[in-house]
């Protein structure tokens, strides 16, 4: 791929990695299912809210597929590009966050990095006084999906920068 910036020789970015394997292509009940979960899990939740809790999850996981998805779903859906960049900084940049998206990212953090241990009771306790039952167990939903979405991203090397978005909806 090559790309021209103003007044500049060309650069020379290094050639797209194919997929791994189509896995939706091969496993199609699979990934309905996954996409009636996913719809199920961002049920009754603020979109703003869901993109950041999917950005940061991808984050973590190093899914690059999800993220080009998930920081162009934000961002025509409103979201800030500051707020974007700094997600991956939020807890030094907290200032940009709301209370409740704090307790959603802290909560997102402690289920994506299981292998840590579990998930703490503080960090329970703080998202649950922002979010009534109900509306937690969506966000959990909405983790835990974006987790076993990233796994495919990222075993199969599914390559970003083609995604549209609401191409998928």
């Known amino acids: 791929m090559t790309t021209h910036t103003d007044d500049t020789a060309p650069v020379e970015y290094?050639?797209?990695?194919?997929?791994?394997?189509?896995?939706?292509?091969h496993a199609p009940e699979?990934?309905?299912?996954?996409?009636?979960?996913d719809t199920a899990a961002r049920k009754g939740l603020d979109p703003t809210l869901y993109e950041l809790?999917?950005?940061?999850?991808?984050q973590i996981n190093h899914?690059?597929?999800?993220?080009?998805?998930?920081?162009?779903?934000a961002l025509a859906a409103g979201e800030s590009?500051?707020?974007i960049v700094q997600l991956s900084a939020w807890e030094e940049s907290r200032h940009f966050y709301t209370a409740k998206e704090i307790?959603?990212?802290?909560?997102?953090?402690?289920?994506?990095?299981?292998?840590?241990?579990?998930?703490?009771?503080?960090?329970?306790e703080r998202a649950a006084k922002h979010f009534g039952e109900a509306e937690l167990a969506q966000v959990?939903?909405?983790i835990t999906v974006i987790n076993a979405w990233n796994?495919?991203?990222?075993?199969?090397?599914?390559?970003?920068?083609h995604y549209r978005p609401g191409q998928y909806k």
């Open 14 to 25: 290094t050639p797209e990695q194919p997929a791994r394997l189509e896995w939706a292509k």
């Open 53 to 58: 809790v999917k950005i940061r999850a991808s």
């Open 151 to 161: 796994r495919f991203g990222v075993t199969c090397r599914m390559a970003p920068g």
């Open 30 to 37: 699979v990934y309905q299912a996954m996409v009636r979960l």
């Open 103 to 124: 307790a959603a990212l802290e909560l997102t953090e402690a289920v994506t990095v299981l292998t840590d241990g579990f998930v703490p009771d503080e960090v329970y």
């Open 81 to 83: 590009v500051e707020r």
């Open 140 to 142: 959990i939903a909405a």
């Open 63 to 73: 899914c690059a597929f999800c993220l080009d998805m998930h920081t162009k779903d």
